[in-house]
């Protein structure tokens, strides 16, 4: 209950939808069973006594209630409805929001398979029970309380007959529910297997195809089908045991009506039109008994959902602004004092006492082996995550003062995986800014040399790019984010291995045209080829999360020190390679 | 004029994304469509399929006896004649006439599901079998999330046709005219005169169900849409924070979330119109039968009137009469996605694999590896010719390495050795066999393709090596794994070879996943290799390990590279220049460089770059 309780803001408001929606459910319940007290009165008051005279009120009475019901059964159906969806519009807008501004330390821990089950089944979870699950118990119990008050007013002794069924069916339906969802959530994951299956299939395909291990894949193929089809079995032979024996203890039901009353119309204690009446009465009672398992389980459902989703609506915001947050330009100086950063706690440090000074126009180089905390060090500059120690600045204020968006807007990431967004590449580079002008994106597109090959393709700018969209290669990528992050017009520019996934002839266009770029703006550059930073202005070296050596190219490659030793790893051959008749 | 261009640039985020969810739901009924898909019963017409039918027969029949029994005899005879003795006859048999029904059921919902499943089994297997088979032509003009989306929810989406649809189907027409029959023979009057609501059935569960489905479709797309974007914003978060996006795209959100709202509503107030409608034209037919009936009761059986156990029957099978007419609507709408789902699916199966084996194809006991172009032709389409009579040859054991830009044609002479593709004039021999004479599996096990980027699948480091041969014991995986120089980092790793991976996991870097291929690629113990190196992020360390990994793996055998570094161009014993699909040069290093062509200013201008900044 404390689950609802937390997320009452997203309903409550509505209200108005439910309480209508139910104030129509008691009408549609009291003339469903209104129906087969008409019949008993047909047949025993009408046709019994031959009184025609009643025929046309009867009908006309009956024609009107069930318009009555009609629009009743409209108006509760559809404002339920409108409750739910209304609600889940809100929470799935809340949901967005929240996401958008959970911090990088949330990404690193969560899959974004999970989140997207969160948002799509559990909601949908989550609706259904506000729509029709909550309203369906009222009517049920509504149901079979209307239904067993006029059995008792025509029958006493014949109510309690169709009343000693009902324990049969409550353990029947019991049992059942209590078997039924598992073998369900059985199949679920048994689908999720067999996806994952054929989804890497067919993503490795080259891979497959190159080792020929077509058949071995067949092969496993077949098991994760026919483990699903035995799942799915599993579940259908539970329905085929329970649900014929639901519906036979109503039958049977029916029988010992049928055998009791007609008994009791034979000598006279009954009228026949009440034992017509029981009829359906009796399946008033054993319809909504058989469902009963499957709403409260809903309910069950329903909870859980929302307390999934109440994880991501009360998720940690690590990143926090200030109250009274800065907000004014950046001109770029970058200052690490003593800067000691730990992902997890008790974990080992990523970066370890890290101090150096980069004032406006600087070009920092960063390099070092995977895991050394290059990356960390640009994503403190953003913070996109905290310190655990020591200090941040940007321009001599720590960046904690600033406003996020304030600080962030100044500064142009180049991510190692450049990802692009399902649109055209124009919106792409105008992602950072959507206030630029056309000339402000085909300019970025030059200098990030784009322009080309943007140009080369049918639709130009217009090209959609995207899961249905035209295909780009690692390189085209990557010139597509350099020229949105040039977009926005920083005066810090990062480029996390920014040129790695290009051939060396593009790197080498890349590259001049950074250096243009780079003027005037801080920029730091991660790479593990020399030629990217050689040009900086200081060079450190990272080792575990520690600086081992700094300075500039030309001093490191005498240092004796590990820079050297990656310099010679990748040019000690160039005299060798450029003049081979001179060895 | 400037005004507008403002208003367009304030609004630009709202939209920001594109994107197009154009799959097609529904399609005309087509015969013969539903004939090919009726064969896959075939296997099980004798079994499952001639059981559930029976079953169901049973239950129907039990289904329509009884209101005939409780209504003509225990009404009208037992009840009325006061005779005590029948009427508990008459409840033994409904009795075991239910037990009956029941026993058909359990069988019914048994059978019909083991039909089913196993044809969708069979469907599935067949597809996906067919899909394996097919060649790389057919893979590069598809993504993979719409090959995963005819062999999961399209073959999906026919389970219910199968299952219930079929059985139902028949079911349903027997119903219906078993209670047409049975209500004209005990009183066509009255009959006649309660068909008045057949056509307002009919019509509710055809044109007014239509109208409600399309409104759900129009759910599903703008669902879809949403779901896309979801889906995307969380892949792309980190770029949405760095480029501080995170208000616009809320923004953006709003408006699917907006979207599919009305969507939603507008399906919702149709799809509520359904019961009422229904239960309006029951009560009409109710009101048909008081009214009308009442005065055949009254007029008595001798005058052409109806005694009160007909009343009563009839107002069990007016009761009966819905279900089976919304049913077969139901039916209707699977069968027409059905068709849609059915006619994809048979695209891909109609999908003819481009290499294709002769019948004779001769099997390779050795290949030794010997490899030679001669006047080979190639064109993915027939706008752009990617190889220009080709001819070249690689001896057995030779390391030659494949150098040129985008689009000059490395990748296509690699991907002709394997047979991925057939050139479109001149041959390509191994060992002498034109490889159009050779058995497909024979020719691929001998050669291992190392790709620029690899593919790890799910499942432990162990598996993912002996993917490359899956008979390998562990020891020679380890083997192969120590020789590459991968044992290290993967003995390092918490759960060494144990440890789960997979392809999109963090575990393994570039350079790791990279040394894991080699092994994949050692433990197949191929006559050929065939590497396209990896441009992607190594650190130099990573690099060096790389490079002595591979002189160990290619040692003694034929090697094609196409090759980025240029330590491993180098080393090779033949370089090919390609531009354009032609060959421009070839030689070892040391000729290419003393004849300064093309070759020489590439490599100069590797080095241009560190001297430029």
Avoid at chain 1, 390 to 402: A, I, M, T, W
Avoid at chain 1, 506 to 511: G, R
Wanted: net charge neutral; charged share 20%.
């Amino acid at each position: 209950m404390d689950t609802f309780k937390k997320l009452k803001k997203f309903y409550w408001p509505h209200r108005k939808y439910f309480f209508i929606s139910l104030f129509f459910l008691f009408f549609v319940t009291g003339i469903t069973v209104v129906y087969p007290i008409i019949l008993q009165l047909t047949i025993d008051e009408v046709v019994a006594k031959e009184r025609y005279s009643f025929i046309p009120y009867i009908a006309i009475g009956f024609l009107v209630l069930m318009f009555i019901k009609g629009i009743s059964t409209y108006l509760h159906q559809y404002l339920g409805d409108l409750f739910g969806i209304t609600t889940v519009f809100h929470v799935r807008n809340s949901l967005y929001k929240k996401l958008q501004i959970l911090s990088f330390k949330y990404y690193d821990n969560a899959k974004t398979g999970d989140i997207m089950s969160r948002l799509t089944a559990d909601v949908e979870g989550f609706r259904f029970f506000l729509s029709a699950g909550f309203a369906e118990l009222i009517r049920i119990a509504l149901l079979i309380l209307m239904s067993l008050s006029v059995m008792f007013y025509y029958s006493i002794p014949l109510a309690l007959v169709t009343m000693a069924a009902m324990p049969f069916l409550a353990i029947v339906v019991f049992k059942f529910d209590k078997r039924v969802h598992p073998a369900f959530r059985g199949i679920r994951k048994s689908f999720g297997r067999l996806n994952t299956r054929v989804q890497e299939n067919i993503s490795g395909m080259q891979t497959v195809k190159s080792l020929s291990r077509e058949d071995f894949e067949i092969g496993r193929f077949s098991g994760s089908n026919d483990n699903y089809r035995q799942n799915y079995l599993k579940t259908s032979n539970i329905w085929a045991k329970y649900f014929p024996l639901m519906e036979f203890i109503g039958n049977f039901c029916a029988v010992a009506l049928l055998a009791f009353g007609g008994y009791l119309v034979i000598s006279s204690q009954m009228q026949p039109g009440e034992l017509v009446a029981f009829f359906s009465l009796v399946w008033y009672i054993m319809g909504p008994l058989m469902n009963l398992g499957f709403v409260i389980n809903q309910f069950s459902q329903a909870k859980a959902s929302g307390e999934r989703l109440l994880e991501i609506l009360e998720g940690k915001e690590d990143i926090v602004e200030k109250e009274n947050a800065i907000n004014k330009p950046i001109k770029g100086h970058v200052t690490f004092d003593d800067v000691t950063l730990t992902y997890v706690e008790d974990d080992d440090e990523a970066l370890k006492n890290i101090s150096f000074d980069a004032p406006p126009g600087k070009v920092v180089g960063l390099i070092g082996a995977t895991g050394s905390g290059k990356t960390s060090i640009t994503q403190l500059i953003t913070r996109f995550y905290e310190p655990e120690q020591g200090q941040v600045l940007v321009d001599g204020h720590p960046v904690s003062d600033y406003q996020i968006k304030a600080l962030r807007k100044h500064i142009g990431f180049v991510l190692q995986e450049s990802f692009l967004f399902s649109t055209t590449i124009r919106e792409n580079i105008a992602y950072g800014n959507p206030n630029v002008t056309e000339e402000q994106i085909v300019d970025a597109a030059k200098r990030a040399q784009a322009h080309d090959f943007i140009m080369d393709m049918p639709n130009g700018y217009d090209t959609l790019l995207g899961e249905r969209g035209m295909g780009l290669s690692g390189g085209q990528k990557q010139r597509i984010a350099i020229a949105r992050a040039i977009c926005i017009n920083p005066s810090i520019l990062v480029l996390d291995d920014a040129t790695s996934a290009v051939d060396m002839e593009t790197e080498f266009k890349i590259q001049q045209a950074l250096k243009e770029v780079m003027k005037g703006r801080t920029s730091f550059i991660i790479a593990h080829r020399i030629s990217s930073l050689k040009h900086a202005d200081e060079i450190l070296v990272l080792e575990e999360g520690k600086i081992v050596e700094r300075g500039t190219h030309d001093e490191l490659v005498e240092n004796n020190g590990p820079y050297q030793r990656i310099y010679d790893i990748q040019y000690q051959d160039r005299d060798a390679i450029m003049n081979p008749s001179a060895v | 004029m400037s005004e507008t261009t403002n208003e367009n640039k304030k609004d630009r985020h709202l939209k920001r994304f594109h994107y197009t969810i154009d799959q097609a739901i529904e399609k005309p009924f087509n015969w013969q469509q539903i004939w090919r898909l009726l064969t896959y019963l075939k296997p099980y017409a004798k079994t499952y399929l001639l059981g559930a039918i029976i079953a169901m027969i049973v239950s129907t029949a039990v289904r329509l006896a009884v209101p005939i029994i409780i209504g003509k005899v225990a009404f009208d005879v037992a009840i009325e004649n006061k005779d005590v003795g029948l009427l508990t006859y008459l409840v033994i048999a409904i009795g075991l006439l239910y037990l009956l029904s029941y026993v058909g059921n359990i069988y019914r919902i048994k059978w019909v599901n083991l039909l089913g499943q196993n044809v969708i089994y069979d469907l599935r297997q067949h597809l996906f079998t067919h899909v394996q088979r097919l060649s790389h032509r057919f893979f590069d003009n598809r993504s993979a999330g719409s090959i995963l989306v005819r062999i999961m929810n399209d073959t999906n989406s026919l389970q219910e046709l199968f299952t219930n649809g079929i059985i139902n189907l028949l079911m349903d027409i027997a119903t219906l005219l078993g209670i047409i029959v049975i209500l004209f023979t005990l009183s066509p009057k009255l009959a006649l005169a309660v068909m008045v609501i057949l056509p307002l059935m009919f019509y509710i569960s055809t044109k007014l169900r239509r109208k409600i489905r399309r409104s759900w479709q129009n759910v599903r797309i703008q669902q879809s849409r949403m779901n896309s974007h979801l889906n995307e914003s969380i892949q792309g978060i980190r770029i949405t924070q760095s480029f501080s996006q995170e208000k616009e795209n809320t923004e953006f959100f709003n408006g699917v979330n907006t979207d599919n709202f009305q969507s939603w509503r507008t399906a919702s107030s149709k799809s509520a119109m359904f019961r009422p409608f229904v239960e309006m034209s029951n009560a009409i037919g109710t009101v048909v039968l008081i009214s009308y009936g009442a005065h055949l009761i009254i007029l008595g059986p001798s005058d052409g009137g109806i005694k009160l156990g007909t009343f009563v029957s009839f107002a069990f099978f007016l009761g009966m009469f819905w279900d089976p007419i919304s049913r077969l609507g139901q039916v209707y709408n699977q069968l027409l996605m059905a068709m849609a789902s059915s006619e994809r699916i048979f695209e891909y199966l109609d999908e003819q694999p481009n290499v294709s084996e002769k019948d004779n194809a001769i099997e390779f006991e050795e290949m030794k590896g010997h490899i030679a172009f001669d006047k080979v032709q190639f064109s993915y389409d027939s706008e752009r010719i990617a190889l220009h009579e080709i001819s070249l040859e690689i001896k057995a054991g030779e390391t030659i390495a494949l150098v040129g830009h985008t689009g000059s044609g490395k990748s296509t002479i690699a991907n002709l050795i394997s047979r991925f593709y057939d050139p479109t004039s001149g041959t390509v021999k191994v060992d002498g066999h034109d490889l159009k004479d050779v058995k497909l599996s024979s020719l691929r096990n001998h050669i291992s393709v190392v790709l620029q980027d690899t593919f790890i699948f799910s499942g432990t480091i162990m598996e993912n090596i002996r993917f490359g041969r899956p008979d390998a014991s562990d020891e020679e995986v380890i083997e192969a794994a120590k020789v590459v120089g991968a044992n290290d980092f993967i003995e390092r790793l918490a759960d060494g070879y144990s440890t789960e991976v997979e392809e999109r996991g963090n575990i393994l870097s570039a350079g790791e996943r990279q040394l894991l291929s080699f092994a994949r690629a050692l433990l197949a113990n191929p006559s050929i290799i065939i590497l396209d190196e990896a441009t992607a992020s190594i650190d130099t360390e990573t690099e060096v390990k790389i490079q002595n990994a591979l002189r160990r793996l290619l040692k003694g055998r034929t090697a094609i590279i196409i090759a980025h570094r240029l330590s491993t161009i180098r080393e090779s014993d033949n370089i090919f220049v390609l531009e354009q699909g032609k060959i421009l040069e070839n030689g070892d290093h040391d000729e290419l460089m003393e004849q300064k062509g093309e070759y020489y200013e590439l490599v100069k201008s590797q080095f241009q770059m560190l001297d430029a900044m």
